[in-house]
């Protein structure tokens, strides 16, 4: 058996099945690579004799043999979803790619394979390049192979993004520069804002209190987090009267546009659009605009909030 990096499939009900390895690579479980892959069904068996000549093809360098693992009119779309289509295309791309990086090395993972009725099969699986260098770029793939003869040969082959997800507390990086204290006083009334990391670091939280002259006190909640479906910062507020604002985040050259949807605690519905700025280490700049309450508009505003100085004897 040619030796791999790695080679693996999981079945569901039975344990992952080390096929082959390399020198060095420790042995999976107790098992030999031969009882292993006498396992396999027959489908497996080729799979695995496919992905074998594919990482001896790519090893020598050889850019013809790799593309002779396709059909004729077989495509492969790369992660940024460029398409290269037929043998020639996908011959030329390879050729361009050893030219780059000669001497780099393939790792295959192989998830699964399920068959699609008799001549079709679905593999799906991760994959790792590494330069001469040292430099190692990881993909999942989606293969859809077809029988032609005694061979599995790729009619489409697919490559995602394999980057680990962001941890809430890194992708709310962009916007950590609000945790602290501060303060916006003016003629109309005065705003006191405090941001912090709440303790498991996933969230920032804020509380504001706002005073006007004539209209007493009121008081927020405000947590901001992030959304991994839609890959977007969004906050939740809490008013002390019981009405609540949803806002969504996005980045623009100058800080944040948040476009919130308010509901007030008599169920009228209201929206807005805030830009925030930072313009410098201690102060920013909000600027509310397309204000509504129900369908009356409500006047733009904009302010400028500082980052309160500390506390005569406070801790350094």
Do not use: C
Request: glycine share 10%; aromatic share 10%; net charge negative.
């Amino acid at each position: 058996m040619i030796k791999m990096t790695f080679l693996t499939f999981h079945r569901w009900g039975a344990a992952a099945m080390l096929l082959a390895a390399t020198a060095g690579l420790p042995a999976f479980a107790d098992q030999t690579a031969a009882v292993q892959e006498a396992a396999l069904s027959p489908l497996e068996k080729a799979v695995v004799r496919e992905s074998e000549a594919t990482i001896k093809a790519f090893h020598a360098g050889d850019a013809a043999a790799l593309a002779g693992m396709f059909l004729e009119t077989g495509e492969l779309v790369d992660e940024a979803g460029t398409v290269h289509t037929g043998k020639a295309a996908i011959t030329d791309l390879f050729t361009g790619f050893f030219g780059r990086f000669p001497k780099a090395t393939l790792e295959m993972l192989v998830d699964s394979v399920r068959p699609i009725g008799e001549t079709l099969a679905v593999e799906e699986g991760q994959r790792r390049i590494t330069t001469a260098e040292g430099e190692a770029a990881q993909v999942r793939y989606v293969a859809l192979r077809s029988k032609q003869g005694d061979r599995w040969q790729i009619a489409s082959y697919r490559e995602f993004a394999d980057d680990p997800l962001p941890t809430p507390r890194e992708a709310l990086q962009g916007a950590a520069w609000i945790v602290g204290d501060w303060v916006d006083e003016n003629p109309e009334g005065r705003t006191e804002i405090s941001f912090r990391w709440s303790e498991d670091g996933n969230f920032l939280i804020g509380d504001y209190t706002m005073s006007a002259a004539g209209a007493g006190t009121s008081k927020s909640t405000q947590r901001i987090g992030w959304d991994p479906v839609n890959g977007q910062v969004r906050s939740w507020t809490f008013d002390d009267d019981g009405g609540f604002t949803e806002g969504r985040w996005f980045r623009t050259e100058e800080g944040w546009m948040v476009v919130s949807e308010a509901t007030l605690p008599d169920g009228t519905a209201g929206s807005a659009a805030l830009f925030i700025s930072v313009k410098d280490a201690d102060h920013l700049v909000v600027r509310g605009t397309d204000r509504f309450i129900g369908d009356i508009a409500e006047p733009d505003f904009e302010m400028t909030i500082a980052r309160k100085p500390p506390q005569p004897g406070a801790a350094k």
